[in-house]
C-alpha cells in the first residue's frame, strides 16, 4: 500500500510548516513552485524531516499533534530524538492532552478533528503507524536505506532517494553535514564512470534549449542524463528555483534524466560545493552523463570547468563582431566553443566562428599552422574547436556529440583525462580546507573580538591592512602574544 507521509518543512521565516501527503515528491515540487504552503512573507525552503505512515488517518494524527508541538519539540523531531519529545510532551503532560492548535495557514483540508484523532499520541506513532522516518533519523539505518535507493532502487525510489540525499547535502546542518559525508564516502566507488560536460554561456544564448536537445539525443543513444545547474545569482535574485526545468520540457519528465536545479542560496564556492556532490549522487546512480549548465556570471566559468571533463562555451553569432566582450581567461577554459542560433544568421555564424577561431589562436590556443608535426599532434592532443548550431532548430548536436566523443577518446588515451580528475580533486580538497579555515577563524571568539575594532583602525588608516591581519591571525585560538599598543 502507498505509504503516507508527514513532513516539517524550514521556512523562510525560520518557522516549521508541517503538513501530510501521499505523494511526498510532488508535494516538494507544489512546495517549490508556489502552489501550497506559501505565503509572501513565509516560503518553505528546506525539507527537515519525514515520516512515513501506513494509513492515511495515522499521518494525519501525527501532523495534528506536530502542528501543536512547540519549536523545541519540533526540533528534537527533526533530530531524530525520541527521548526528547517524549521528555518534553512529560513536562508538559496537561497541554498534551488538549486539542492540538493550528495556526491559519497551516490547516489542511480535510482534517476532522474527532475525538479518536484527538487522542492519537505520538507514541501510537511509533507503535507501527509511523512506518519509517528518514533520512534526519540520525544514525546508519536511514543512511543504508538512502545508499540503497540511490545505487538499487526501482526508478521512482531512486529518484526520491537521489533527491532525498542531494536535499541531506545541501543542508547546513552540523548533524546533516555528518551524515552527508559519509553518505558521499559510501557512494564514492560507485562514482567516476560518467562522462562530466560543463556548459556556460550569457543567459539567453540557448544553454536549457541545448541541453533539452542534447539530452533527448542522448537518451535516444541508451545513456541516462542528469543535468544539475550553478547560478551564484540565484541566491540574490531568490532564483528561478525551476525556471529551467520548464524550459526542459520534454528532458525534466524523461524517467531517464534527472534535472536538479541550483542550490538556491550560498557563496559561488558553497553552491559549487553542493553541485559537485550532486553530481557524484547521480553518477553513483548511474547517469552516466552528467551535464553542469551555469550562466556566465562571477567566477561561475571557472567553478564548472574545475569540476568537469569537458568544458563547452556558447556563444551568439554576433559574439565575432565583440571579442572584446568575450573573456580572455573564460576562453582558456574552453574545450569547445559552440556558436548557436546559427538559423537566425547563417553569414554571422559564419564570421563569428572564423573570428572566435583566430583569436582563439592569437590567444595560443590553437595552432596557428598545421604542419606535419603539429598535425600528429592532433591525434594525441585536443584541440580546442569552434563549430556552430542550432538548438531551437535541433541542428549540429550530432556534430557537437562527435567532438565530445572524439575529445573523450583522444583525452582518454593520452591520460589527460585522469590527470584533470586528480587535480580536480586535489584543487578541490584545498578549496574547502581553505573555506573551512577562513570559517573557523571568522567564528573563532578571540578573533571576533579584535575584529571591529581593527576593521576601523585599516579603514581609518591608523594599520596597514597586512599588520592588522597578522595580528588576527596571531589572536586566533588563544595564540594572542601582544596586544597592538
Ligand atoms: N533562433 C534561435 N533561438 C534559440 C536557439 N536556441 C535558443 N533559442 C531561444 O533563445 C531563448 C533563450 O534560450 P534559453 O535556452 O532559455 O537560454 P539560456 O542560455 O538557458 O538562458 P538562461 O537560463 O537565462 O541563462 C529562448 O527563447 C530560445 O527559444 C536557436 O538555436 N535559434
Ligand atoms: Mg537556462
Redesign the pocket.
Known sequence: MRPFFVYLLRCSDSSYYCGHTDNLELRMQQHQAADTGYTATRKPVELMWQGEFETREGAIAFEQQVKGWSRAKKEALIAGNWDKIQALAKSKKAIRRELPVLSSDEGVEGVESDARLRQASFDSAQDGRLRRTQPERAGTVAGAALLHGILHGDAAAQRRAIAKAITLLESTRGDHRAQGDELLTALLPHTGKAFRLGIS????????????VLGLYLIAQGHRVAVLTIDPSSSVSGG?IL??KT?MEQLSVHERAYIRPSPSSGTLGGVAEKTREAMLVCEAAGYDIVIV?T?GVGQSETAVANMTDMFVL?QLPNAGDDLQAIKKGVMELADLVVI?????DADAAMRAQAQIASAMRLFGLVNNAMGQAQAATYDTFWHPQVIQ?????N?GVDAFWAAVTQFRNIQTANGRLAERRRHQSLAWMWERIDAGLKQAFRQDPAVSALLPTLVADVESGRIPASTAARHLLAAQSGRATTAIK
Open positions: 554561456g550569457v543567459p539567453g544564448v540557448g544553454k536549457s534549449t541545448f541541453i533539452e528561478s525556471g529551467d524550459r549548465e550562466v556558447m548557436n542560433k546559427a538559423d537566425i548550431l542550432s538548438a531551437l532548430h541542428q
